[in-house]
């Protein structure tokens, strides 16, 4: 057994009384059956699995199916066997041996649905059941098809790459994704908890009873399940505004495909590596996005039926990704695969512009082309307009050619915001619109602003005029626009040097602190559940980019008093951090060594990042490699290289250390290459970077440095913009 987390491998873990603790566990997705037991390790080989575990009588077994006998062999071992499962790919089995406990199980319409946790941590499992409960109801409805497992185990595994992994009947997560207490968590982990279970179990179905053919379907099978899992979460906790904070997770899709690296959603796969590389934002969210697009142009029945009709026809069988396209063209009659085809078979999106009544697309691209480029050239775009003055919303379909619209102004390009495209409007058209922004929907207003940051990040708009869109946020308590302009203030916060910051300053305070004084610390009565995350992140802004004395010190007295939880705390943690206050990276490390909850211990680990002094930074790189948990070092370094200060320094260590870095687990590598488009102030280093990792790829992830790689040479661009912008 190996400790790399893919195969059949170790996970250990340290129960409450301090005594440690072995889990043998498996994950076999994409092709890793074959590393425990022989098989036809390719998803169209479908066949049942009957299996029988010989194990030491103390601990606990889990597979697939549901226990069918238990025999004690009297020599402290014993047999436990599951009933054979239905037709399923060999990447869908699993098998999980260790000291576990159960919560009792919940009778779902006929399914046994349980958490299987580590010793120790079963009070922890309340808001997963929910969701889990809720999910299996929802999809069998939603699909009219019911759960096609015996039973349901949710397993909670201490080492883990993935999110989760939908093994059918038995899925397997990361102990943060499944495990939580809501009385310390904040909105945002529970949201977390949530979209995972529901992700997991909307492959029970999509995935796991109908399935890809091979491996280059794969960017459906997960394009499908986070589509899903968002539609089942707004129904689960309609407050959240689930659609909203979709088009935040939308961005990071939108940030990459911007860039001449992208890739197309789609594209052959020969080998393990072509997999790997399929596992990332261009396709879980643009995906998604592109799902969400459809079935607003289709209407949610008619694609809904459309789905059923492809879940009914392939049931226990597999698919190509043209199979979906055509049972949903013959429930609607519209030409869904001539649609989806230029999304998916080429990379990139459109601009879509209105001007004196027209509409019309051209690329978008973060920067001017040097050498290849993966974006397209045109695209069938379905593009909703509305008039604020009233009226239905129009629906037009946009291919190369110009539209005349009649909607009378101001018009919302990209109403109901579910577009996979950047919208601009001409000069007019702008100045109608700027007065109005309060007469948007919220989601419109989050797109509003999304694609303003990209226009300005691409220098097609000035922060003159960005700030001025932003200024029209006014109240509004959403978080995900405020979550968009936080963002852009600390890139551009980096892009500046300190005798340039004065005048910029003076606008962040502009736009935060009337936000501050109408939130300020505490809770309201009354008040929305999402309004606290706003206020989180203007507590964030104005203690780090601000340096706001009164934030910082109040930030301070609660961490001292360790009165660190919910909805705030990350901000208070990265206040905290921004200080540099001698002692304070200890207390992290010891409230990450001691967290009860998987919640503290990740956000007093990853807050490590936000330390600028030398001594801390590299102590934090080199733990990553010796104590934190392996699944955790990609994900740090991408963090501890993103670093301001720190962050060069943490890369050069990492770059001095690359044989560790590959001899990290696999399929997450390139995280390390997260922190790269930060680097926005020193041409020399950027050469230095580049030259780096196109001497030392990452087998299978080298799309994704490269991307990254590009965004910093977007950045610097950026940043030479804002220097001159901000005189
Ligand atoms: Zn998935």
Known sequence: ??????????????DPSGVKHTIATTQFENCDARRAFPCWDEPAFKATYQVNLTVPSHLAAYSNSPISSDIDLGNGQRTVSFTPTMKMSTYLVAFIIGPFEETEAIDVDGVPLRIVCPIGNAHLTAHALEAGEFGLRFFAEYFDIPYPGDKMDMVAIPDFMQGAMENLGCITYRMPDLLIDPATASVAEMERVAHVVLHELAHM???DLV???WWQGIWLNEAFATFMQVLSQDAFRPQWEMWTAFGASRDLALDIDGLHSTRSVEYEVVSPADTQGMFGHLTYEKGAAILR?????????TYRDGIRNYLRKHSYANTVTTDLWDAIEEVSGQPVRDVMNTWILQGGYPLVTLQDGVISQIPFAYGPESGESAIGTSWKVPVTTRSLKGGTASVHLLEENAISIDDDPPVVLNAGGSGYFRSRYGVKEAAALADHIDELEAIERAVLLSDSWALLLSSQISAEQFFTIAGGLGDQDEPTPWGTLATAVNYINRALPDEQRTGFLERVRAIFGPQFARLGWEARPGEHELTPQLRALVLATLGTVCRDEAIRSEALRRFDDNDVSGNLANAILRVVSSQDRPGDYETFLERYRNAVTPQDEQRYLRGLWG?????AALDAAEKS??????????????????????????????????????KLPPNTLSYVTRGLPTFINDAALADEVEAFHASHPLPGEQKEVQQNVERMRVGLNFAVAMREQFQ
Request: net charge negative.
């Open 211 to 213: 399935t890809m053919e």
């Open 611 to 615: 330390f600028s002094e030398e001594r």
């Open 205 to 207: 179905w999509f995935g």
């Open 625 to 662: 490699f010796s104590e934190f948990r392996n699944q955790d070092a990609s994900t740090m370094f991408g963090l501890l290289t993103s670093n301001a200060t720190t962050g060069p320094l943490v890369w050069r260590y990492m770059a001095s250390r690359w044989d560790d870095v590959l």
């Open 293 to 301: 697009m459809l079935e607003q142009y289709l209407g949610a029945e």
């Open 1 to 14: 057994m190996n400790d790399q987390l893919h195969g059949f491998y170790r996970s250990t873990f340290t």
